[in-house]
């Protein structure tokens, strides 16, 4: 399962090179095909004559029903409710799940968020890739910017330019994604092939304009954080992102992650506003390092455990005394502890447990059942 349908696709392309020999079955389930398609799709799922079926939301709904599911692959997982995970593994008699993402999170709030799951980390590069050279740069360098993206694209390679808005914010005086790209387009990339793609864009015209994008029929693509999850652009070499102090750096690091993919060497260059220390430091640990997991340890020493990452979105509550960056080892015996109890005592029914029943009761109220 995969957030978006052109996504989906490149990993329909992948696995049906990687089983051509082997007699092994792919089929895509995504919202944009046609009935008789979908109709044909769901009764050979049923009687088992599709091996692996690969889509996004689409998969979740209650006619899609297999004969025998044996795997749940989530990708780019979140982007997913933890029910939503659940709701595809219900489909199938305890099957395996494995859920992947490069979104980089602290190991102790992982935790937390996979705390039911074994996680195993990958932390090399894949073979044949470069590693992204990042820079940042104040507004007073655009033009050196805007010219070293030229020399690119006149090279034969493509650039990515990011923006945290759709409309333009007078308050907070941040650029849009439509208003920088006007300007690019008329005046400073003029002689470039340039689109803008944003999340209000229907999903048929992001998809197009993504693959006009993959194809190599636009130089420059103007974008709001909508390519964070994307698909693969071996040619893409540069990546700019305006505002880069109004982003997380866990947000930053996927972004730079769109660049670096094919044989060429790539860059990603960060334009920023501000002077204060904090966005110094942010800005500082990006330059120094592609290692996601430090990027992500600091941005949670920065922020504070409640705003990194949306962790208010997960359910997790704010520790009023445990400090996520500090409690590490603590956080590891808990879990384990916690692992145990579970393990001797699944609805929190022994007497030494009802104190403990009652403060997650409490705590999460209507939404666990116990």
């Known amino acids: 399962m995969a957030p978006t349908a052109i996504l989906a696709k490149q990993h329909l392309d992948n696995f049906n090179k990687l089983f051509e020999k082997y ?7 995504v919202s944009n095909i046609t009935k008789k398609q979908k109709e044909r799709i769901l009764e050979e799922l049923k009687n088992g004559s599709i091996d692996v079926i690969i889509g996004t939301h689409a998969l979740l709904e209650e006619n899609v029903e297999f004969k025998n599911l044996g795997l749940v692959v989530t990708d780019e997982q979140h982007r997913f409710g933890v029910r939503q995970r659940g709701k595809l593994s219900a489909k199938g008699l305890a099957p395996d799940v494995l859920a992947l993402s490069a ?7 992982a935790l937390i968020l996979y705390g039911d799951l074994d996680i195993s980390i990958i932390d090399e590069l894949p073979p044949n890739r470069q ?18 993206v030229k020399k690119q694209i006149d090279e034969g390679r493509q650039a990515y330019i990011v923006c945290p808005l759709i409309e333009e914010n007078d308050e907070m005086n941040l650029k849009s994604v439509i208003e920088i790209a006007k300007k690019y387009k008329e005046e400073t ?14 999903q048929k015209e992001k998809d197009e304009i993504m693959q006009n ?9 103007v974008s709001t954080t909508v390519i964070e999850v994307g698909v693969d652009v071996p040619n893409a ?3 700019v992102i305006e505002n880069a102090e109004r982003f997380g750096l866990a947000t930053l690091h996927q972004l730079r992650g769109r660049v670096g993919r094919g044989q060429y060497k790539s860059y990603c260059i960060l334009k920023y506003s501000g002077k204060g220390e904090n966005t110094r430091e ?8 592609n290692d996601g997991f430090k990027i992500s340890e600091k941005d949670l020493e920065l922020r504070g455990s409640g705003e990194f990452f ?11 005394i445990a400090n996520l960056f500090q409690d590490m080892e603590i956080l590891k015996e808990a879990q384990t502890i916690a692992t145990k109890i579970i393990q001797e005592d699944k609805k929190l029914k022994k007497r030494e447990n009802e104190v403990l029943k009652n403060e997650i009761k409490n705590m999460f109220k209507t939404r666990i059942e116990m």
């Open 23 to 29: 007699n092994i079955r792919c089929e895509l389930l």
């Open 310 to 320: 949306g962790t208010k979105q997960h359910g997790i509550p704010e520790f009023k």
């Open 189 to 202: 990339f003029k002689d470039y092939r340039l689109e803008v793609l944003h999340g209000k864009l229907k």
């Open 103 to 109: 979104t980089p999170i602290p190991r102790t709030l």
């Open 237 to 239: 070499s540069i990546m």
């Open 282 to 289: 942010r800005m500082k640990i990006m330059v120094e390092t």
């Open 213 to 221: 994008f993959k194809s190599g029929n636009i130089d420059i693509l």
């Open 131 to 148: 590693k992204i050279d990042t820079f940042a740069v104040t507004q007073s360098k655009e033009e050196r910017v805007n010219n070293f």
